[in-house]
């Protein structure tokens, strides 16, 4: 479904990825896990076309997302859901607004369909009756569940997860978790996710790639990167940072 | 090319030569950004709600300090025309005076300089926010236009609300004259009025006009573009908006004797 080959940026001097190599299948839950500043985002926005890359490419569906612009991209982009890191939820909308702006704005959908599937969404996410609230009036694990459903209210083939539980407690990491993997079961879209909650996401993943300076150094399935021989990944899984320094 | 690989009497040519380029850059770039947003203006679908809510939020919000400065603006002018005109004998014309002073220029510009302080910066600082925490990404990755919804609509509500707001600072401005001059000074209210009806054409109505269309394009478009375009966290919200409203203020004053120098 989707296929990174050959990926390189870098920010001035910086360079943050090196050649990224990674294919994500469809209907699977792609975790990308790494140090953090080590270029998951990143990598995460050149899926999203929010970045060009310096080399190499970027192919969705067999459509080569790099080289697109303007509508041919967002012909890819109307196939994606995105949960940003902080939610990314419209300040000045209610939370039901939230939801049911894709639904008006993407779908045009007549306004009897937008509150029916807008209930729905926000009870599969646990917030049936808190769509009068703003995102400020809301916590960080509710924010995150109303983007959560905004995201996925338009049934999108391709859904992304920037860090979807970073900041929050063992117990909603866990909830966060578990409303991903129902809906996915649920739904079947293919799914991408950076995060570090180790070991948790061994538990949603279907396969798991580490990004180590730059480059996939290694992909698989949880049990075998839990598995792995390679000293930066297992350092990373034990937290161990002297095995990240070689 | 590295400073290093540049021989030491040809640097300063280097950065100037560096400088210039980026300064071509920025310039581009901001053409580019207000072309998106005519572009947007000018092809289906214009967001009706969104450009009401801008013009609430830049004209009717922007009412209370437009009353108060067009009225203390007009006092002011009264008191001294006045005592200036008075030397002269001329304080007859005293009504045409105020009333020029503040529909050709002062009116325009001054309302303009208050909306920038009040609805220019806040619009930087609610674009820069949203730009910040990922809102303007989150439009973009809908395959949204993110100018279709947040710039256009700004920009045209400029367009509407800066007129309106210079055309209340004239009016209220030329009471306050009233008030200092005729009932005040002494000046009589037929005089007052009826010479300025005599002096006042249609040619100085339009050019406050088209200055006040100018200044809330120019206002708006800095205003976005810099939210727009803002650098990492609080910081770089807060520079963005004092480099937005002092951009568009000195633009403004510089936009203002350029149509000056141009119009009737």
């Known amino acids: 479904m989707i296929e990174v080959e050959g990926l390189w940026k870098a920010f001035g001097r910086q360079v943050v990825l090196r050649g990224v190599d990674l294919t994500v299948p469809a209907g699977s839950i792609t975790v990308i896990i790494g140090r953090s500043g080590g270029g998951k985002s990143v990598l995460l926005k050149h899926l999203l076309g929010l970045l060009r890359p310096d080399a190499g490419r970027v192919r969705v569906g067999g459509v080569e997302l790099t080289a697109l612009r303007g509508e041919a991209l967002d012909r890819v982009r109307r196939r994606y859901g995105v949960v940003f890191q902080g939610g990314a939820l419209f300040d000045s909308m209610t939370c039901w607004a939230n939801v049911a702006f894709p639904l008006r704005e993407k779908l045009r959908l007549p306004p009897a369909e937008v509150a029916a599937r807008v209930a729905q969404a926000l009870e599969q996410v646990g917030l049936g009756g808190m769509g009068h609230k703003y995102p400020a009036e809301i916590s960080g694990g509710m924010r995150k569940r109303v983007a959560i459903a905004r995201a996925l209210v338009t049934e999108p083939e391709i859904v992304f997860f920037d860090e979807p539980t970073t900041g929050l407690d063992p117990i909603l990491v866990n909830t966060i978790h578990g409303l991903i993997l129902s809906l996915h079961r649920r739904l079947g879209f293919t799914a991408v996710m950076v995060s570090h909650e180790i070991p948790e996401i061994f538990e949603i993943a279907d396969r798991v790639a580490m990004l180590h300076d730059g480059r996939i150094v290694e992909v698989g399935p949880p049990a075998a990167i839990q598995a792995s021989t390679n000293p930066v990944v297992r350092g990373f899984i034990r937290g161990e940072p002297e095995a990240l320094a070689t | ?264």
Request: proline share 4%; net charge neutral.
């Open chain 2, 1 to 264: 090319m590295a400073d290093a690989a540049v021989p030491p009497l040809l640097r300063p040519f280097e950065a100037t030569g560096r400088w210039t380029l980026a300064l071509l850059d920025a310039l581009g770039r901001f053409a580019v950004f207000f072309g998106e947003a005519l572009v947007a203006a000018v092809t289906p679908p214009l967001k009706v709600r969104a450009l009401v809510d801008r013009i609430h939020y830049i004209g009717y919000r922007s009412l209370l300090i437009i009353v108060l400065t067009g009225a203390f603006t007009g006092m002011v002018l009264g008191l001294q025309l006045y005592l200036t005109l008075s030397r002269f004998g001329s304080e007859a014309f005293l009504g045409p005076a105020v009333a020029l002073a503040l529909i050709r220029e002062l009116g325009p510009v001054l309302s303009a300089l208050m909306v920038t302080g009040r609805a220019g910066s806040a619009l930087t600082a609610e674009l820069g926010i949203m730009r910040i925490t990922e809102q303007i990404d989150a439009l973009t990755v809908m395959a949204l236009s993110p100018v279709r919804y947040l710039v256009t609509p700004s920009i045209l509500a400029g367009l509407i609300s800066f007129p309106l707001m210079a055309g209340i600072f004239d009016l209220v401005g030329i009471v306050g004259g009233y008030l200092v001059g005729v009932e005040l000074l002494g000046l009589s209210y037929g005089t007052y009025f009826g010479e300025m009806q005599t002096f006042v054409r249609f040619d100085d109505l339009m050019t406050g006009f088209w200055k006040s269309v100018c200044f809330g394009v120019l206002v708006t478009w800095v205003c976005t573009y810099k939210g727009f375009h803002v650098g990492h966290g609080a910081e770089g919200v807060a520079r963005a908006t004092t480099q937005a409203v002092v951009l568009s203020s000195v633009l403004v004053l510089v936009w203002d004797y350029f149509m000056g120098s141009v119009l009737p």
